[in-house]
Protein backbone atom coordinates (compact mmCIF):
# COMPACT_ATOMS: atom_id res chain seq x y z
CA UNK A 1 0.00 0.00 0.00
CA UNK A 2 1.61 3.03 -1.03
CA UNK A 3 1.97 5.49 1.63
CA UNK A 4 0.16 8.34 -0.29
CA UNK A 5 -2.75 7.36 -2.38
CA UNK A 6 -4.81 9.77 -4.76
CA UNK A 7 -8.23 9.38 -5.67
CA UNK A 8 -9.54 9.62 -8.85
CA UNK A 9 -6.59 8.70 -10.68
CA UNK A 10 -8.53 10.31 -14.08
CA UNK A 11 -11.12 12.79 -13.63
CA UNK A 12 -12.74 14.73 -16.74
CA UNK A 13 -15.13 17.42 -16.26
CA UNK A 14 -16.68 19.67 -18.39
CA UNK A 15 -15.94 23.24 -18.07
CA UNK A 16 -17.72 25.23 -14.94
CA UNK A 17 -17.90 21.33 -12.99
CA UNK A 18 -16.91 21.67 -8.93
CA UNK A 19 -14.48 19.50 -8.91
CA UNK A 20 -12.84 17.48 -6.03
CA UNK A 21 -9.24 15.57 -6.14
CA UNK A 22 -8.62 13.65 -2.43
CA UNK A 23 -5.37 12.44 -0.81
CA UNK A 24 -4.81 10.07 1.73
CA UNK A 25 -1.74 9.27 3.58
CA UNK A 26 -0.78 7.14 6.23
CA UNK A 27 2.07 8.49 8.16
CA UNK A 28 2.90 11.04 10.31
CA UNK A 29 3.53 14.43 8.09
CA UNK A 30 4.54 17.91 9.23
CA UNK A 31 2.84 19.33 6.03
CA UNK A 32 1.21 18.43 2.96
CA UNK A 33 1.77 20.15 -0.38
CA UNK A 34 -0.40 20.23 -3.63
CA UNK A 35 1.47 20.19 -6.73
CA UNK A 36 0.01 21.08 -10.43
CA UNK A 37 1.60 19.68 -13.67
CA UNK A 38 1.05 20.82 -17.44
CA UNK A 39 1.75 18.73 -19.95
CA UNK A 40 5.17 18.90 -20.48
CA UNK A 41 5.31 21.45 -18.19
CA UNK A 42 6.81 21.92 -15.00
CA UNK A 43 5.89 21.48 -11.52
CA UNK A 44 4.60 24.22 -9.63
CA UNK A 45 3.43 24.05 -5.73
CA UNK A 46 -0.65 25.15 -5.40
CA UNK A 47 -0.37 24.94 -1.69
CA UNK A 48 1.41 24.12 1.14
CA UNK A 49 -0.49 22.92 4.37
CA UNK A 50 -0.24 21.63 7.77
CA UNK A 51 -4.31 22.73 9.29
CA UNK A 52 -7.46 24.17 7.65
CA UNK A 53 -8.45 25.72 4.89
CA UNK A 54 -6.24 27.64 2.44
CA UNK A 55 -7.63 29.70 -1.03
CA UNK A 56 -6.71 30.95 -3.84
CA UNK A 57 -8.59 32.09 -6.64
CA UNK A 58 -10.88 29.44 -7.51
CA UNK A 59 -8.71 26.88 -5.75
CA UNK A 60 -9.45 25.46 -2.44
CA UNK A 61 -7.41 22.82 -0.27
CA UNK A 62 -8.17 21.71 3.13
CA UNK A 63 -6.86 18.96 5.66
CA UNK A 64 -8.01 16.86 8.42
CA UNK A 65 -5.16 15.77 10.53
CA UNK A 66 -6.78 13.77 12.39
CA UNK A 67 -8.38 11.63 9.85
CA UNK A 68 -4.80 11.66 7.33
CA UNK A 69 -6.96 13.18 4.16
CA UNK A 70 -6.25 16.41 2.12
CA UNK A 71 -8.90 17.24 -0.47
CA UNK A 72 -8.01 20.15 -3.64
CA UNK A 73 -11.48 21.42 -4.91
CA UNK A 74 -11.56 23.23 -8.13
CA UNK A 75 -14.13 25.99 -8.44
CA UNK A 76 -15.70 26.99 -12.07
CA UNK A 77 -13.61 24.79 -13.75
CA UNK A 78 -11.83 25.67 -16.77
CA UNK A 79 -9.99 23.87 -19.64
CA UNK A 80 -6.94 25.59 -18.70
CA UNK A 81 -7.42 23.79 -15.37
CA UNK A 82 -6.51 20.55 -17.29
CA UNK A 83 -3.34 18.94 -15.50
CA UNK A 84 -2.22 16.38 -13.07
CA UNK A 85 -2.43 17.11 -9.72
CA UNK A 86 -0.11 15.49 -6.75
CA UNK A 87 -0.73 15.51 -3.68
CA UNK A 88 2.68 15.21 -1.54
CA UNK A 89 3.87 14.93 2.15
CA UNK A 90 6.46 16.32 4.23
CA UNK A 91 7.78 13.74 6.46
CA UNK A 92 10.06 14.12 9.09
CA UNK A 93 12.92 12.00 9.64
CA UNK A 94 15.79 12.57 12.74
CA UNK A 95 18.87 12.64 10.83
CA UNK A 96 18.38 14.04 7.26
CA UNK A 97 15.40 17.14 8.10
CA UNK A 98 12.51 16.65 5.55
CA UNK A 99 11.46 15.02 2.95
CA UNK A 100 8.58 14.41 0.22
CA UNK A 101 6.48 11.76 -0.40
CA UNK A 102 4.65 11.77 -3.44
CA UNK A 103 1.29 10.18 -4.90
CA UNK A 104 0.32 9.29 -8.26
CA UNK A 105 -1.24 12.03 -9.42
CA UNK A 106 -4.92 13.01 -10.82
CA UNK A 107 -5.01 13.64 -14.21
CA UNK A 108 -7.67 16.17 -14.58
CA UNK A 109 -9.18 16.85 -18.15
CA UNK A 110 -11.64 19.62 -18.48
CA UNK A 111 -13.45 19.87 -21.56
CA UNK A 112 -15.20 22.87 -23.16
CA UNK B 1 14.40 35.84 -9.18
CA UNK B 2 14.39 33.94 -12.45
CA UNK B 3 13.36 30.83 -9.92
CA UNK B 4 15.59 27.27 -10.22
CA UNK B 5 16.81 27.15 -13.77
CA UNK B 6 17.71 23.85 -15.49
CA UNK B 7 19.59 22.80 -18.61
CA UNK B 8 19.01 21.41 -20.88
CA UNK B 9 15.34 21.28 -21.31
CA UNK B 10 15.74 18.37 -23.57
CA UNK B 11 18.46 15.70 -23.93
CA UNK B 12 18.73 12.75 -26.24
CA UNK B 13 21.74 10.77 -26.22
CA UNK B 14 22.78 6.76 -27.03
CA UNK B 15 22.88 4.13 -24.79
CA UNK B 16 27.03 4.26 -22.87
CA UNK B 17 27.65 8.00 -23.32
CA UNK B 18 27.74 10.16 -20.61
CA UNK B 19 24.86 12.94 -19.30
CA UNK B 20 25.21 16.05 -16.92
CA UNK B 21 22.42 17.54 -16.30
CA UNK B 22 22.63 21.21 -13.93
CA UNK B 23 20.44 23.03 -11.88
CA UNK B 24 20.92 27.05 -10.78
CA UNK B 25 18.48 26.86 -7.37
CA UNK B 26 16.90 30.22 -6.44
CA UNK B 27 19.63 32.51 -4.73
CA UNK B 28 19.22 32.12 -0.79
CA UNK B 29 17.84 28.83 -0.75
CA UNK B 30 20.09 26.38 0.81
CA UNK B 31 18.24 22.92 0.06
CA UNK B 32 18.85 21.41 -3.33
CA UNK B 33 17.03 17.90 -4.43
CA UNK B 34 16.67 15.86 -7.29
CA UNK B 35 13.74 13.92 -8.63
CA UNK B 36 12.99 11.75 -11.11
CA UNK B 37 9.95 10.85 -12.98
CA UNK B 38 9.01 8.01 -14.67
CA UNK B 39 5.12 6.73 -15.62
CA UNK B 40 5.65 3.65 -13.95
CA UNK B 41 7.47 5.50 -10.61
CA UNK B 42 5.83 8.45 -10.61
CA UNK B 43 8.33 10.93 -8.64
CA UNK B 44 11.15 9.57 -6.76
CA UNK B 45 13.59 11.82 -4.81
CA UNK B 46 17.45 10.67 -5.97
CA UNK B 47 19.25 12.88 -3.71
CA UNK B 48 19.47 16.01 -1.62
CA UNK B 49 21.75 18.36 -0.49
CA UNK B 50 21.68 21.04 2.75
CA UNK B 51 24.11 23.75 2.48
CA UNK B 52 26.25 22.05 -0.55
CA UNK B 53 26.44 18.76 1.71
CA UNK B 54 24.81 15.72 0.11
CA UNK B 55 22.51 14.68 2.98
CA UNK B 56 20.58 12.28 1.97
CA UNK B 57 21.57 9.43 -1.46
CA UNK B 58 19.72 6.64 -0.59
CA UNK B 59 17.26 7.13 -4.14
CA UNK B 60 20.44 7.41 -6.25
CA UNK B 61 19.82 4.13 -8.41
CA UNK B 62 23.08 3.12 -8.86
CA UNK B 63 26.83 3.84 -8.79
CA UNK B 64 26.54 5.22 -12.55
CA UNK B 65 24.47 8.31 -11.03
CA UNK B 66 26.31 10.96 -9.35
CA UNK B 67 25.71 14.12 -8.08
CA UNK B 68 27.89 17.66 -7.14
CA UNK B 69 27.07 20.78 -5.47
CA UNK B 70 30.11 22.74 -5.96
CA UNK B 71 28.88 25.92 -4.67
CA UNK B 72 25.32 27.08 -3.67
CA UNK B 73 24.33 28.52 -6.81
CA UNK B 74 25.04 25.01 -9.24
CA UNK B 75 24.40 21.49 -8.62
CA UNK B 76 24.86 18.72 -11.69
CA UNK B 77 23.39 15.35 -11.73
CA UNK B 78 25.91 12.97 -14.03
CA UNK B 79 24.60 9.61 -15.57
CA UNK B 80 27.52 7.48 -17.01
CA UNK B 81 27.27 5.40 -18.60
CA UNK B 82 23.75 5.93 -19.81
CA UNK B 83 21.12 3.46 -20.73
CA UNK B 84 17.65 3.50 -21.71
CA UNK B 85 15.95 3.10 -18.46
CA UNK B 86 17.09 6.03 -17.45
CA UNK B 87 14.95 7.76 -20.01
CA UNK B 88 12.73 10.29 -17.62
CA UNK B 89 12.10 13.70 -16.60
CA UNK B 90 14.75 15.15 -13.87
CA UNK B 91 13.28 18.11 -11.91
CA UNK B 92 15.59 19.83 -10.06
CA UNK B 93 13.92 21.74 -6.55
CA UNK B 94 14.85 24.29 -4.18
CA UNK B 95 13.76 25.22 -0.87
CA UNK B 96 15.43 27.19 2.06
CA UNK B 97 15.53 24.67 5.38
CA UNK B 98 16.62 21.53 6.08
CA UNK B 99 14.85 19.16 4.00
CA UNK B 100 12.30 21.86 2.57
CA UNK B 101 10.33 22.46 5.55
CA UNK B 102 9.48 25.60 4.28
CA UNK B 103 8.07 25.26 0.34
CA UNK B 104 9.64 24.37 -2.75
CA UNK B 105 10.61 25.42 -5.54
CA UNK B 106 10.92 23.39 -8.45
CA UNK B 107 12.67 23.86 -11.86
CA UNK B 108 11.19 23.04 -15.03
CA UNK B 109 12.54 19.55 -15.50
CA UNK B 110 15.04 17.80 -18.51
CA UNK B 111 13.74 15.57 -20.29
CA UNK B 112 15.76 12.44 -21.17
CA UNK B 113 15.49 9.90 -23.62
CA UNK B 114 18.33 7.86 -24.01
CA UNK B 115 18.33 5.91 -27.15
Known amino acids: KNEVEQSPQNLTAQEGEFITINCSYS?????LHWLQQHPGGGIVSLFMLSSGKKKHGRLIATINIQEKHSSLHITASHPRDSAVYIC??????????????FGEGTQLTVNP | DAGVIQSPRHEVTEMGQEVTLRCKPI?????LFWYRQTMMRGLELLIY????????DSGMPEDRFSAKMPNASFSTLKIQPSEPRDSAVYFCASSFGLGGAYGYTFGSGTRLTVV
Open chain 2, 49 to 56: FNNNVPID
Open chain 1, 88 to 101: AVLREFETSGSRLT
Open chain 1, 27 to 31: VGISA
Open chain 2, 27 to 31: SGHNS
